[in-house]
DNA sequence: TTTT
DNA sequence: TTTT
């Protein structure tokens, strides 16, 4: 039976355009990283600002979505649940990782679909950036093996 | 300003005792091992159990109430902030770790004060703060038991 | 398109058994009252005890469960809607209510499975029920306990 | 001792400008009616719109602020406490009414400060409109003491 | 009454 | 790396 809740709830803004894959199933995956910065006072009473950078990972359906609408500076809501994990890496030593695994996401007013740094943005054509995020049903063949999690040993 | 929500929800059980530690200026810093388990099925349909360990860390009064209170096993509700943080390890090598920065909690019913590691535990009675434990209609009056379904013209 | 995010967290205690019925089509509606007391200060500093009741309804396969295994009495862990609604009274008059409809379900330790529509609930013994209520060591292995604090280099 | 977690937690839209009272110690009060619409499919498959409006009352300091920057149409994050509460009307009946009182606010992107029915919003000092959201500090006089609830009866 |  |  469950035992515990283990919920995360954030609002931010993503640091980077989304990151998808799929497997070999067809699944997509799609990984952000998402800034909340919040202000407390020091111990002097000045306003101090504070970025935490979460890694956000959105499965299936949800991540099709995530890989189509967000982008660099996108402000969205993600609910889910935190996940520890760990990989080993080239150098053969254990690496421990933090992640958000999303089951809810909400995109918010504003920067929307709009993009990032550079004057870019507007006239971007979606499919430019983004040959790896059509849905996978789209397409007869499934999408190159390579663009798995294996390539590079690093999860993120 | 701010810009962002960071939010974790937690119920889950502690793992081991709490270790508080104090600042030169007499600050309790309380740390736990929160575990919280969930349910999914795998691809095969079969229920797979899934336990993640969190590391909680209380500050001040909030930290001096979890060093008392909570003990290896105690479930709790806690909420807090997400943080990534890194410290250089005694190799010389960075490592990172994520922390849950508390700033709720709540004891839930049963180990309650009870707890764990040591014997002493027994020694604090039970009863001593099993009052509040007692159905919530000493809190206040609940609302009229009449108001049932067996009056199909309200709703509630 | 969602627009909006609407949701209820609630840990309190059933003020009542609960209530169950079925649809015609056999889908379980099950409802309770379930309170949740907070503390704070009034103008004079002196902590005042504020109970706020709140209806929940669970449907569906959550109805069931929540009619089997709640009590009154028994602690709670409720996720859901904000819903408002109105109906109109025998005596002709629209009537305002809220609800929290339920999508997520958690019993907290104690009262659990206990219960029962009697007094015979404190009859049935603590350990009964007691089995889930071990220390979590046993869902999967705890963090190592040599990462305390003693180990200065070390911040977890 | 606190029993219980009572947390709402919303993003949604406003329906009109908020409206700010003081107390006769000058404490802001400020409300709003938010919309939260969320989909869900209806027994035959086909999106359904719901949308739930939150009265949401801002006290103090987090008064002052909803009152100076929400407008109408701002989208919101709030997170407070559901409060159930009555009245008696004028025709000496009883009213329920359900209310978050909230904690914590954070304006989400896009409308912003903006607001107002019309195109007129960027140009629309922002005195124009909200005489009485001046902060209550500035002024040497209390607001007149009509500015409180008790006008007309009804506290939304 | 909002928003998309 | 975001955002205000």
Redesign the pocket.
Known sequence: MARGINKAILV?????DPETKYTQGGMAITKI?????SVRKDRDGNPQ?N?Q?H?VTFFGKLGEIAGEYLR????VYVEGEIRYDKYTGQDGVEKFFTEIVANEMQML???GEG???GGERMSRPRQESAPQRQAPQRQSAPPPADDGFSDDDIPF
């Open positions: 931010g803004n993503l640091g980077n990283s998402l800034a909340t910065t600002e970025t950078w890694r660099k500076g996108s402000q007013g504003g920067r993009g990032g740094g």
